[in-house]
């Protein structure tokens, strides 16, 4: 019976650039609508960057959001925010293979937890109404909000907005990142080796046959409700964790013969 774990944990900061350069833009465009992906002096590498909701406080999520006091819709901010990195807080693995005469199991799970993704998915599924947060779509007030009165102190919102006009027209960018975690049954196999006694007649030397399986179950977090985290839109450079709506991920089984001579 063998079992193997492994941990790896990445804390980085960028310290510093080219003089006279605070951030390099890695990947993504920070526009009105956009996400881009930079290498900030003071944010871990690969930190998300692009508008959001307006908050009182901009660096608190949970602070009160800042509606137009006319309409009750919630503000964008008019410069782009940092959000969290593309880098997980930790990934991990446990496998085991379990012998018993001519019989082997084995199994491989992993895990990355921590880290985000910006998901087109998403962005798309709220447009077009698909998105299970857009469900409830009659005017309402947006929980907790304020607005900013004429002497700028902030009270209590009354306004109800449109849902609709939001998912179409106002809800930023960065409500469309999304908790990159997850948990992975990589593969699973059933080996059966035919003992000697059954090949001396044979031509064979060895022979086995498995039973496998890949990717055949995910947990995702409770908020990711759109894509495999693991698949990324822009290819193996720097610009890691972009959903712009890619091929699913899948199951494969199959079988496996394996003989030696």
Avoid: C
């Amino acid at each position: 019976w063998d079992i193997t774990v492994s941990y790896t944990k990445n804390e980085n900061e960028v310290v510093s650039l080219a003089e006279g350069v605070d951030q390099v833009t890695l990947g993504g465009t920070a526009g009105a609508n956009g996400m881009a992906i930079v290498a900030a002096v003071g944010h871990p590498f690969g930190t998300f960057y692009g508008v959001d909701l307006e908050r009182v406080d901009q660096t608190d999520l949970n602070s009160a959001v800042v509606v137009d006091s006319a309409t009750g819709m919630p503000r964008v901010t008019t410069n782009a925010q940092y959000f969290g990195s593309y880098l997980p807080d930790y990934q991990m693995s446990f496998g085991s293979a379990i012998q018993y005469k001519n019989w082997r199991f084995n199994f491989l799970f992993d895990t990355k937890q921590g880290g985000q993704f910006f998901s087109r998915t998403k962005d798309v599924m709220d447009f077009v109404g698909t998105a299970e947060e857009t469900v409830d779509r009659e005017d309402q007030v947006w929980e907790g909000s304020v607005y900013e009165a004429t002497d700028g102190s902030y009270q209590t919102n009354n306004t109800p907005y449109s849902p609709y006009d939001y998912y179409t027209n106002v809800i930023p960018a960065g409500r469309h990142l999304v908790d990159a975690s997850y948990v992975k049954l990589r593969e699973m196999a059933i080996t059966y080796t035919f003992p000697d006694n059954m090949l001396r007649r044979s031509p064979f030397g060895q022979m086995s046959v498995s039973v496998f399986g890949n990717n055949l179950f995910i947990w995702t977090a409770d908020e990711n409700k759109y894509t495999d985290p693991e698949m990324n839109s822009s290819g193996s450079g720097n610009a890691q964790g972009f959903d712009f709506s890619p091929t699913p991920s899948v199951r494969n089984y199959g079988v496996n013969l394996r003989v030696t001579f």
